[in-house]
Structures are given as structure tokens and as C-alpha cells.
């Protein structure tokens, strides 16, 4: 809980993409698979006595079939106890030798990660719990119910979010039948629906070796890290990769939807599926999109949404890429009684910008910012561990950090103006707004 | 001019070997700048911050939120760059840049490579004196001020309460304004308000700028004293004026309606901070009780209120030890299902009453010092994270050398010290609480006689 409230220039967004400058050498990447048929990627980082790990499984919501909400349950009710010992005994082993351990899950993607200190006690005591939670997580009843209850009321206050509403409207409609449609924290109906059972037979099928990627960075050598990694693994179950997720579909025609709220603000989203992890145009659409709306508030959206007008303090445009095709989403909020201005530069922008492309200027400057800020991306072992995670569950080159720089130089005006005009379908997009009276 | 160069400590023994790679060097320039570098080579990358003595709490009432407005100022323009050339140059460089407004600091910060420190000092010493404030600029960035308080406050009906809740929990200290200011305020603001508060405060001799990285801090001193040094310090710069909160005899209570789906429990007691505080252990003491109370999973209020009683379906404690004035212990809660703000409120009183009658543990404590020492050498992976401290610190008053007796003074708690804070603050008399009353979502049933009255402003 923050005691201070503290105010932004810019607000920040996730950047979902990574760059590379050649001045320096990008993490030495070493890949092996372990004895259990999990594939393991690792950086030796000996500057802090600290190991950072994530081991992710493919037990995202796309998993979820008709039980939206099965995938994040399943995740969130790690936290609850294991190998019968209840959540505060399990979080009390952690937090006594100052381990951080985490979990969460989103559309591809369950899974742990756990911070600790190198000394050997600690560590050990750190990786025994993390072992018994990917072991036997507890899924008690008493444990599922009230969580239960807990994800009902979170989804009851996501309602007097308008920007929640419009995620839900926008992914629904941006969606249709695919998997991506539902949001990773179900609906009141399927919430009510899960059982324990279920959560348990999720977690047996897709919490598997075979079915899982490891990421490893810190002061520990190759080694030690791979005895570490057979400490995890031992006991957990070979299994089954899963299948991979049905294709999207591009939408057919364009749609609006307005959703009244009781807010001073109106928010609109807009966009359409985008991109996908190891699409061929990803690179070019990453450089592409950063001087439409990618860049802060050097780009043409900041500009004549809020340089020029006043009219929004937020205002974005990026591709966020999934195993499948991700969102292309331009955002920004405004008062309500401007919100059909701001609607009408949105659009404009996006079709100034694909049918005329980027200027020479424009590229040379994205270009600039791309490739100067690459030792940025990878100056903490944080973000190293980011990459790694990464790499290893989209199965990327593991020569990704190495090659981007180069790709990003190599891309040319032309090739980034047909590939905008042929991947962004500025006549084909969901528009969501919620706010105000309908 | 003055240099020193003090080791930041770490106080566990196995991580002693850290302690030599870790140097903070101080300096100060003839016209009164302070710059604080933390040598950090792990990256080829460096963090520039510039930090300003001034933030909301320096306003008073009819230009609250002057100092956030003129923050978003700073990018429009000087003699020298044109609007938005600051941010294009940055960006040009491979930079990433931002700034922040809080209570006690307006403070500019951008992350680039290494060698490219001098752009950023270039345009930094630039703006420190040569802002040109437009009003035709001005009026366009107020609305963006204003829709940035929308989103941020106005709907969201819990920022909404935590901002009425500072606003009867202090009389006269000026942390009861919100640093986004009064909507109101923002809308009478005229740029000549910027313009005093840009005079008065914007001057080396009111500055300290913070530089992490892969940098040699004395070749960042040289290029700080060719870039700031030329600067003419301001001469009447005076501290602002300490409108000290009387003591507070007796609890206060609101209620804020508004259209919601949840009531929320916000209560908060009045607690001194490092700066003011006449003991300091009482407030490393006040540290360990929020972490005994909510520092992790295993801490009292989830184990006990959300998992165990079930009671609450969230909770919180949190306590701010750096800041320039006294502050507010805070704990919150949103009811479970079936449960009602006062079980909710009954439910964290019983907790504080069972700090004041019973010693912590040993475990609990153990817990609490296993991740102060661990988080300490968490944090040095982020350098971001570093400056950020030093700034803090030194911007408060606390001076940056006061972050080496963290650890060792968190290590030094007893539990009769925690019982002992808990007994002398957490009382009823010095307790504020906020009440988020939700009021129908539906327009047209908030009309209703039965909806009660209208929350909105």
C-alpha cells in the first residue's frame, strides 16, 4: 500500500518489445534440457549474491476451455499451503531467509519465480519450499472457497473500473471464439461453476516437466544450477506438452461499443488481433508502431492527442504479441463531452499514419531511440531474467538479443510502410468506449 | 567545495564482500548544487536524476498542485529548446526519461548509455534557470493536468476517499492537499502562478543531483561543474514555513459516498517520520510493526484477517518513514463477503490492541530482519531504485548518509520497542477514519430517493 501518492509526467505502460546496440555483448545465453525433459536457459551473473528463477508452464487462460478463470485460480491458489502445510507456514519459509516468491498467470503463460540470496541455507531452504509447492500444492476446500469468494468480489470491484470494463468489451469483441476472448479471471457465472477438482486436475495436466521452461540468472555457476534445477524437477511428472492454440481470426469488419458509466472520464480502446511471438513482420511492426504511439510522447498520437489538444494525460498505441496473435490497442481517456473528438483523432492518426507511412525523420529517430537504448533492456538481472523467460517459452533464437539490432538497422521506409498498410486494418477495428451516458 | 566518499553498508557478514564495490561520493558546487554519484559498473548504463526541494507540501491553499503543473512545464520549451525538443533529444539518444511530483520533491530523471550523461546535464542545467513558460502552452498542459487528476482520482472511488481522508486527518500540515491539487485549483491556476513558484524554487542552490551507473564520479563532478556550475544560485531562497499540525485530541471520522461496488476501510494514525521524529528508534520500531503486520504472506493481517477470520477480502499496513513532515501510520481493508465495515474496522483494532498487550515474537521479527538484510541487497539490482533512495533522502533533509543506518538500526528492534510504539501512537485519540460508503452505479438509481444522497463532485 502506498502511503504517498506520487505524480507522472508520462504514465508508464508496459514496452513489449526488446532491442539490441552492438556497442555491447548481449547476456551469454547457455541452453540445456534437464534429466526431466524441461528445457533450461541460464546466464551467469556474478555481480550480486542473488539467484533469480522462473519456471513457466504453457497454463495460461487460453487453457481454460468453458471455465474462465480455471488457469489464474489454479495459479493464485499456489500461494495457499503445500505438502500440507498451510499458506502462512509456506510464506514463512520463504520470508525467513528473505526469499520473494511469486506466481501469477496470464493468456499463455503460469508461472512461479522465486528471488533469493545466494548463502547455501538460505537458498536450500528457499528451493526446498519452491519444490514443495510445484510438488503438492494443498488445493484444500476450505482454501478454494474462500478464494473463491475473494475472486467474486475482485470481480465485483473491477465494476466500477471503466478502464476494466472496456479490457473486458474490447477482448470479447476483438476476439470471438478464441480462447484470447475470455479474461484470465473468469466471470461471476464460471467463478461460481470452478471446483476444487477442477483447479487439481488443471494443475496434474499442464504443471509438468515436459510442459514447462526454466529460466535461471544469478551468482551460481552451471553447475550448481543444474543440480538446483534437478532438485526442482525430480518429482514432477513428465506429462504432456500442450497442444498449441488455435490460429485467430482476423476480424471482419469494424465495430463500435459504448457502455454508459457514472465517470467524469470516457475511456476508449481501439484496435484489432496484431501480432504473434516469431511473426515474421514482428520487428518491422515493433519499429513501425514506435512513432505512431510506442514512444512516450515523442509520437504522432501524443502529439495531436495531448501536445496538441489537451485532450488525454495517456495516450498509446502498441502491439502486444501472445503465442497467437496479440492486441494492437491505441488507448487514451478523456472528459466525457469530448470523448467523440477524441474518438475522431484516434482514427484519423492511425489512417494518416498506415495510408501515408512513417517519415524519413520519424524512422532515423525511432531507429536512434531503438537501438541507443538497448543496454537499458538488459541492466539488471531482473530484466535479464525477463528475456530469458521469454526466449525459452516462444522458442526464439537464442541469438534474439544478439541478431535484433541488426534486424532494426535492416529495415527499410518501404518495407515498414507495406507491412503497416497489409498488418493494421484501420478500417476494420473494435472500438470500445466506456464512459458516461450511452 | 567538499568531497567524501562513504561505503554503503550492508549489516549481514556473509555479504561484506559487497560492501567495498559500493561507493557513494558527495559534492557540492560554489553556487550550492549537491551532487551525490553511486558507482554501479554491473551495466554500461547511467541514471540521471535532478531533485528539487519543493512539492506539494511547500504549496498553501489556492495553487495546491503548482508544483506538478510546472513539472509538466519543464518540457515546453526554453531560450535554447524549442517545446517537446527536450524529450526528442533524449529519445534520440536511446534515452528514457520522466519526472515525478510528490509531497516533499519535484525531481526529472532520464536513463541512457553511459557516455551519454553531458546530454542530459546539458538540458537539465538549461531548465533549471531558463524555462520559458507560454500560456498558450500552459493552457493546453492544465487540461492534461486535469484529465490526469480524473483518471487518477476522481474515478476511482478509493483514491477518491484516500484524498478526503488526508484532508481531515491534518488541520494545518499541507500533506492534507493532494499533489495532483484541488480541481478547483487547477482550474483557476494561471501561468504566472508557475512562474513565481519556478522563480523561487528552481535554483542550484535548491538541487541535488543524483547520478548512478557506470560512471567515475569524479569525471561526473568535472562535467557537473562545466554544465551547473556557471548557474546563479537564487538568494532568497527561504525553507518553507513549518505549519506544524497541532496534536490531535480525538478520533475523526468521515464517511465519502460515492458511486462504488465495494465499501473500503481507510484508517490511519498520526506517527512522526524520520526527519521530525525526537527518538529515531521509535520510528525503525514503527518500520518493523507495519512488516509485522503487513510485510509479506505470512504477516498478521492476511493470515489472520483474510485467511483465517476471513473478514477481509483485502488488507494493508503501511508506514512512510522518509518524509519531511510528520505522517500517518495507515491500515486499510475491504470487507469479505457477508462482513461489514465495522467488523472490518473492529477487526484491525483488535490487532493493534494485541500489539500494545503482547510482544511480537521472535520469528515474526526474525522474518521481518531476514528481508530488510536480504531486500538491501535486492534493491542494488535496480540502480533506478538506488538513486531513487539517495534523492529521498537527501531531498527530505535527512542527508543520503542516513540510508547506511537503515539495516542495522531495523536489526537493532526489540519487540518492547514495537509494543512500546504501539502504546504511545496507535491510539483512538490520534486515529482518523475514512469510510467509502458506495452508492448505485446506475445513474438512474442513484436519482431515486432510496439511492440517498449524490457522491459526485
Same mark, same amino acid.
Given at each position: ?11 508508464? %505502460? ?129 482454501? %478454494?472457497?474462500?478464494?473463491? $469468494? ?41 467463478? $461460481? ?40 524437477? $525430480? ?40 501480432n504473434y511471438r516469431g511473426d515474421p513482420d514482428y520487428f518491422v511492426m515493433y519499429l513501425g508502431n514506435h512513432a505512431l504511439g510506442g514512444s512516450g510522447l515523442v509520437s504522432r498520437l501524443s502529439d495531436e492527442v495531448r501536445e496538441k489538444r489537451g485532450l488525454s494525460y495517456s495516450v498509446y498505441s502498441y502491439f502486444s504479441p501472445l503465442a497467437r496473435k496479440g492486441l494492437f ?27 501515408? !507511412? ?14 541507443? !537504448? ?65 | ?27 557540492? /558546487? ?22 528539487? #526541494? ?15 503543473? /510546472? ?73 492534461? *493536468? ?21 484532508? =481531515? ?53 568535472? @562535467? ?10 537564487? #538568494? ?12 490531535? #485530541? ?7 459516498k460515492m458511486p462504488a461496488q465495494l465499501p473500503y476501510l481507510l484508517m490511519g494514525y498520526a506517527v512522526p517520520s524520520l526527519k521530525v521524529a525526537k527518538d529515531d528508534w521509535e520510528v525503525y520500531a514503527l518500520e518493523v510493526l507495519a512488516g509485522v503486520l503487513d510485510g509479506g504472506t505470512s504477516t498478521r493481517l492476511s493470515t489472520r484477517l483474510v485467511r483465517e477470520q476471513g &473478514? @477481509? ?20 481493508? *475491504? ?5 461489514? &465495515? ?9 490487532? &493493534? ?67 512500546? =510504539? ?7 485519540? #490520534? ?27
Amino acid at each position: 500500500m502506498d502511503a504517498i501518492k506520487m505524480m507522472t509526467r508520462i504514465s508508464l %505502460f508496459l514496452s513489449v518489445c526488446f532491442v539490441i546496440l552492438p556497442v555491447q555483448a548481449a547476456p551469454d545465453i547457455q541452453h540445456w534440457t534437464s534429466k526431466q525433459g524441461t528445457q533450461v536457459f541460464y546466464v551467469h551473473a556474478p555481480g550480486l549474491p542473488i539467484v533469480d528463477l522462473q519456471i513457466t508452464f504453457d497454463a495460461g487462460s487460453a487453457r481454460d476451455g468453458n471455465l474462465s478463470g480455471l488457469s489464474s485460480m489454479t495459479s493464485h491458489m499456489l500461494g495457499m499451503g503445500a505438502a500440507g502445510l498451510d499458506a502462512t507456514k509456506i510464506a514463512q519459509r520463504f520470508e525467513g531467509v528473505g526469499a520473494e516468491f511469486g506466481h501469477s498467470a496470464d493468456r499463455d503463460r503460469a508461472w512461479l519465480k522465486l528471488r533469493s540470496l545466494t548463502q547455501q541455507k538460505w537458498l536450500d531452504q528457499a528451493t526446498d519450499t519452491l519444490a514443495m509447492v510445484m510438488e503438492k500444492p494443498n488445493f484444500t476446500q476450505s482454501d %478454494f472457497t474462500r478464494e473463491q $469468494k475473494r475472486y467474486l468480489i475482485s470481480l465485483k470491484r473491477e465494476k466500477q473500473s471503466p478502464s476494466k470494463i472496456a479490457a473486458r468489451a474490447f477482448y470479447k469483441a476483438a476476439y470471438g471464439d478464441h480462447p484470447y476472448a475470455q479474461m484470465p479471471n473468469g466471470t461471476e457465472k464460471t467463478i $461460481k461453476a470452478l471446483t476444487a477438482a477442477d483447479l487439481k486436475k488443471f494443475f496434474a495436466k499442464y504443471y509438468v516437466a515436459s510442459n514447462a521452461t526454466i529460466a535461471i540468472v544469478g551468482d551460481i555457476d552451471r553447475k550448481a544450477a543444474n543440480k538446483l534445477i534437478d532438485k526442482l524437477m $525430480k518429482n514432477i511428472p513428465a506429462g504432456k506438452p500442450a497442444k498449441p492454440l488455435p490460429k485467430v481470426v482476423d476480424l471482419k469488419k469494424a465495430q463500435t461499443i459504448r457502455i454508459s458509466h457514472p465517470s467524469t472520464q470516457t475511456h476508449v480502446y481501439m484496435g484489432h488481433p496484431g501480432n504473434y511471438r516469431g511473426d515474421p513482420d514482428y520487428f518491422v511492426m515493433y519499429l513501425g508502431n514506435h512513432a505512431l504511439g510506442g514512444s512516450g510522447l515523442v509520437s504522432r498520437l501524443s502529439d495531436e492527442v495531448r501536445e496538441k489538444r489537451g485532450l488525454s494525460y495517456s495516450v498509446y498505441s502498441y502491439f502486444s504479441p501472445l503465442a497467437r496473435k496479440g492486441l494492437f490497442q491505441v488507448g487514451m481517456q478523456t472528459k466525457n463531452d469530448q470523448v467523440d473528438l477524441g474518438v475522431k483523432v484516434l482514427r484519423q492518426t492511425i489512417k494518416d499514419y498506415v495510408d501515408t !507511412g512513417m517519415t524519413e525523420k520519424e524512422l532515423t529517430a525511432s531507429r536512434k531511440n531503438i537501438t541507443g !537504448g538497448f543496454p537499458l533492456r538488459i541492466d539488471s538481472n531482473k530484466k535479464i531474467l525477463g528475456y530469458l523467460a521469454m526466449i525459452g517459452f516462444y522458442k526464439l533464437p537464442l541469438t534474439y538479443l544478439d541478431d535484433f539490432n541488426k534486424t532494426i538497422e535492416a529495415i527499410s521506409l518501404k518495407q515498414i510502410h507495406e507491412t503497416m498498410r497489409r498488418r493494421v486494418h484501420s478500417d476494420r477495428m473494435v472500438t470500445v468506449i466506456v464512459g458516461g451516458e450511452k | 567545495m567538499q568531497r567524501m566518499n562513504v561505503a554503503m553498508l550492508v549489516c549481514a557478514g556473509f555479504l561484506a564482500s559487497l560492501v567495498a564495490e559500493a561507493g557513494v561520493s558527495e559534492y557540492q /558546487l560554489d553556487n550550492g548544487l549537491k551532487l551525490i554519484v553511486q558507482e554501479d559498473h554491473r551495466a554500461p548504463v547511467v541514471i540521471s536524476q535532478v531533485w528539487y #526541494k519543493v512539492g506539494s507540501s511547500y504549496e498553501t491553499n489556492g495553487i495546491t498542485g503548482v508544483s506538478h503543473v /510546472l513539472e509538466h512545464m519543464m518540457f515546453k520549451g526554453t531560450k535554447k529548446f524549442a517545446p517537446g525538443e527536450f524529450s526528442r533529444i533524449i529519445a534520440a539518444n536511446g534515452g528514457r526519461e520522466n519526472a515525478f511530483t510528490g509531497r516533499d520533491y519535484t525531481a526529472y530523471f532520464q536513463r541512457l548509455e553511459k557516455s551519454r550523461l553531458k546530454v542530459s546535464f546539458e538540458m537539465e542545467a538549461d531548465r533549471m534557470r531558463g524555462l520559458q513558460l507560454s500560456d498558450k502552452e500552459f493552457q493546453k498542459e492544465v487540461k492534461v *493536468v486535469m484529465e490526469e487528476r480524473r483518471l487518477r482520482t476522481e474515478d476511482k472511488p478509493e483514491a477518491y476517499t484516500y484524498e478526503q481522508f488526508n484532508g =481531515v486527518a491534518s488541520i494545518t500540515s499541507p500533506y492534507r492537499t493532494p499533489v495532483i491539487g484541488w480541481m478547483n485549483d487547477l482550474k483557476s491556476m494561471k501561468v504566472e502562478d508557475l512562474a513565481v513558484w519556478y522563480k523561487q524554487w528552481y535554483a542550484p542552490n535548491n538541487a541535488t543531483v543524483v547520478v548512478a551507473g557506470d560512471v567515475k564520479a569524479d569525471e561526473v563532478y568535472q @562535467l557537473a561543474k562545466q554544465y551547473f556550475g556557471p548557474l546563479k544560485p537564487s #538568494k532568497n531562497l527561504s525553507p518553507p514555513k513549518p505549519q506544524t499540525e497541532p496534536e490531535q #485530541k480525538g478520533q475523526r471520522r468521515i464517511k465519502v459516498k460515492m458511486p462504488a461496488q465495494l465499501p473500503y476501510l481507510l484508517m490511519g494514525y498520526a506517527v512522526p517520520s524520520l526527519k521530525v521524529a525526537k527518538d529515531d528508534w521509535e520510528v525503525y520500531a514503527l518500520e518493523v510493526l507495519a512488516g509485522v503486520l503487513d510485510g509479506g504472506t505470512s504477516t498478521r493481517l492476511s493470515t489472520r484477517l483474510v485467511r483465517e477470520q476471513g &473478514i @477481509l477480502t483485502s488488507t494493508g499496513a503501511g508506514y512512510s518513514l522518509s518524509s519531511r513532515l510528520a505522517g500517518r501510520f495507515l491500515l486499510e481493508g *475491504v470487507p469479505a463477503q457477508g462482513h461489514t &465495515i465495522k467488523q472490518a474496522e473492529a477487526a484491525l483494532l483488535k490487532e &493493534i490492541k494485541e500489539l500494545q498487550t503482547s510482544m511480537v515474537s521472535k520469528g515474526e521479527l526474525d522474518r521481518i530482519k531476514a528481508q530488510v538484510v536480504a531486500s538491501n541487497v535486492y534493491e542494488r539490482d535496480s540502480i533506478f531504485y538506488q538513486a531513487m533512495q539517495l534523492g529521498t533522502y537527501e531531498t527530505v533533509g535527512l542527508g543520503w548518509k542516513r540510508l547506511d543506518d537503515y539495516v542495522a538500526k531495523i536489526q537493532a528492534v526489540t519487540p518492547e520497542q514495537v509494543q512500546q =510504539v504501539a502504546k504511545k501512537y496507535l491510539i483512538e485519540d #490520534k486515529l482518523t477514519v475514512a469510510e467509502l460508503v458506495p452508492m448505485p452505479m446506475d445513474k438512474k438509481a442513484a436519482r431515486k430517493p432510496s439511492g440517498g444522497a449524490h457522491g459526485r463532485h
